[in-house]
């Protein structure tokens, strides 16, 4: 077994925490989740769900890591065997996350290409439904641009802690945030924009009574955070005793709550000023914003920046899930750092392959009526990530000591630990199941 690392500093794995959870959940599903579910009705419950149940599970994770000082399984393994399956699980569906998300981070990436060298826009409006179906069936194109996002994956994950993960959010980081203030101060700028922040922050308490705003917006706060794959327990197992854990995770919720609704300002008065419905779904990245950019003044250039944005912060993501698996591997073997990332990495990318060519050579392979990509999706996000959070907040809360619970944390036993400890206890495992319950037909 290597020895193991550490960050270097409290702002370094502030940054590097963040830009796990900031990625194409923030951007590109954000918008088009929070289209299809109200705008601002969705926003409330959203960033309630951020505050009730994604930061005491981050804090969960984060305690699990650091006690543990090894990965997802040793997380698990500190209060009794019977729990490593757990983690297991957690390795397995970071893995399994990472290679569909690469996919559509290719997408990015490939859009961003096209761009910035001007091939994006010849096209024309109108065409880019056809434009995003001809690439995502092309037999080779897809596998492609999910290879080059992978590779460059490993390369920061083969860096380390410090000289690769750390030293990549550290830069990397604050030029995003820059970009996407940049452009959320241009979007508010066109006529008709106001309607975009009506629809994003007036809300329609009507639609509070409606199951499937919930729903989406807890599984929303899920996918974007991290939380229920190990993400934060690995991350954890690299801190040292005197980081603040409840500070650490407060700042990461915060960080990655302000990105996505900063995002929410770049993209949507954008939609309402060209007649757009902010309901588009998933296309809303790659075939609707491609037409407003073509009518905005200086659009092309800020389409270039949007996607390059879109591809830079789905690779932040791409390293924390990539350094699940690796740092499993890490912990049981002698293997060097860069052969395991190199290694996971191709492993992650013959896993992937499948959805990358699920438009195209297997379009007609469908699973309960969904193509590849789309199930697998949905497999993970309704049901492997709320299980895994169930279960984590289960053992935290439950199975692990309450005095050693708290003082890991960093709670002591202040009021503030003891309220963490209740929504730990009773509050996250309860909506997570009512969540689980729902999609599944069952509630």
């Known amino acids: 077994m290597t020895q193991r690392e550490e960050w270097r500093s409290h702002h370094g794995f502030t940054l590097a925490a963040i830009g796990s959870a900031v990625g194409l959940g923030n951007i590109w599903r954000f918008s088009y989740v929070a289209g299809e579910n109200g705008g601002a009705v969705f926003l409330l419950i959203y960033v309630a769900s951020v505050a009730l149940i994604g930061l005491p599970l981050i804090i969960a994770e984060l305690s699990m890591g650091r006690r543990g000082r090894g990965d997802a399984v040793a997380a698990f393994s500190t209060d009794g065997r019977g729990w490593t399956a757990v983690g297991w699980l957690c390795i397995g569906g970071a893995s399994v996350i990472l290679s569909y998300y690469s996919v559509i981070a290719g997408w990015a990436l490939k859009y961003f290409s096209a761009a910035a060298t001007g091939v994006l826009w010849q096209d024309g409006a109108g065409t880019y439904g056809s434009y995003f179906e001809r690439f995502i069936a092309n037999p080779v194109e897809p596998l492609l641009w999910q290879g080059l996002m992978l ?30 203030v940049v452009l959320a101060a241009y979007s508010l700028t066109l006529e008709g924009a106001g309607r975009g922040l009506h629809f994003l922050f007036a809300p329609d308490f009507s639609a509070l009574a409606q199951p499937k705003v919930y729903v989406a917006a807890l599984g929303q706060a899920f996918f974007s955070l991290g939380v229920g794959m190990a993400v934060f327990a690995t991350y954890g197992s ?51 914003l491609p037409q407003i950019f073509l009518k905005m003044p200086g659009g092309l250039v800020i389409g270039a920046v949007f996607f390059f944005l879109l591809s830079a912060a789905a690779l932040t993501s791409m390293v924390s899930l990539l350094e699940v698996p690796v740092a499993a591997v890490l912990h049981r073997t002698r293997l ?41 999706d949905a497999a993970v996000s309704n049901l492997l990530l709320p299980i895994g959070g169930i279960l984590v907040a289960l053992f935290v809360g439950w199975h692990v000591k309450r005095a050693t619970t708290l003082d890991s944390a960093g709670f002591a036993t202040n009021r503030l630990g003891r309220t963490w400890l209740w929504l730990l206890r009773t509050l996250v495992p309860l909506a997570v199941l009512l969540v689980l319950l729902h999609s599944l037909g069952l509630a």
């Open 336 to 376: 060097g750092r860069r052969r395991t990332a190199w290694g996971m990495g191709l492993l992650v990318f013959l896993i992937g392959m499948p959805s990358a060519l699920g438009f195209g050579p297997l379009k007609h392979v469908s699973i309960a009526g969904k193509d590849i990509l789309s199930a697998i």
């Open 151 to 180: 590779a460059a994956t490993v390369l920061v994950v083969s860096g380390g802690i410090q000289g690769g993960i750390e030293l990549f959010n550290r830069w990397l980081m604050p030029l995003l945030a820059l970009i996407v």
């Open 238 to 288: 690299y801190m040292p005793p005197g980081f603040s854990l409840p500070a650490c995770a407060a700042l990461t919720v915060t960080g990655d709550t302000v990105f996505a609704v900063v995002a929410g300002l770049a993209i949507f008065p954008g939609v309402f000023a060209f007649g757009v419905d902010p309901a588009a779904g998933p296309e809303l990245a790659f075939i609707t």
